[in-house]
């Protein structure tokens, strides 16, 4: 499906972001302006199911990477996504070809919980949540953070979650078909310390955001940066 895109910035040399499982492309409006005053065209999708994007009758990975390819330019200077947007990017990333590939806290192995149950199922959950809630949950969001992630969650299908339990357990690592930087958080729930030497192996880079909750560009924004140092 063609997915709707928000933009930053101007010219030939494109950066592509993918946002996670129940927030869309307003969740970069730190990131895409940061990206726009180093010279990127920045480009953010809303994927199936989230902000203002259609719906689907079913949500898998392949479908989803589908849906980017089809939406924005190929070869794209740099691309980014977090947490299922990583996932999405890894689905593509031999077809989208670009030239370096970030994948913030990806959740390449989606997790299963005690007693089997899929993490997907508890995320289905919180489509409903407040800012009270929300302000809990993200006990560094700042003010602005709390309020969009409000207003990202009333976009949001929750089958997106309760599609993807069915990949829970499955390993959907990609291979790094180019230059590939694996940012992770600390803790993280979805890369292991095990998980990043894996990947170390594989021939990724990996850096660890000392301090950073599972979103990284939206709790601590400056460390995010900070720690794409070279790949920008």
């Not at 030497?197 to 601590?220: Q, Y």
């Amino acid at each position: 499906m063609k997915l709707h895109t928000r933009e930053w910035g101007t010219g030939d040399r494109v950066a592509l972001l993918i946002h996670g499982i129940m927030a869309d492309s307003r969740c970069w409006w730190r990131v895409g302006p940061a990206l726009a005053g180093r010279g990127y065209r920045v480009v953010a999708v809303d994927l199936p199911g989230h902000g203002a994007s259609p719906r689907a009758e079913d949500y898998t990975p392949e479908s989803l990477a589908a849906s980017v390819l089809e939406s924005v330019p190929a070869r794209p200077a740099l691309a980014i996504g977090h947490s299922l947007g990583g996932l999405t990017l890894g689905a593509a990333v031999d077809r989208l070809m670009p030239r370096r590939a970030i994948y913030s806290d990806p959740a390449f192995r989606l997790p299963v919980l005690e007693g089997g149950i899929p993490m997907t199922d508890l995320m289905a959950q919180a489509a409903n949540a407040t800012a009270e809630e929300i302000a809990a949950m993200h006990p560094g969001f700042p003010a602005e953070e709390v309020s969009v992630e409000v207003e990202m969650l009333k976009g949001w299908d929750p089958r997106t979650a309760l599609s993807l339990s069915g990949f829970a357990g499955t390993d959907l690592t990609p291979a790094p078909v180019v230059p590939s930087l694996v940012q992770v958080a600390d803790p993280s729930f979805l890369v292991s310390p095990e998980f990043q030497e894996e990947l170390v192996g594989k021939g990724f880079e990996v850096r660890v955001v000392k301090g950073a909750e599972h979103t990284i560009h939206r709790h601590l924004f400056e460390d995010f940066m900070t720690g794409l140092d070279g790949w920008l």
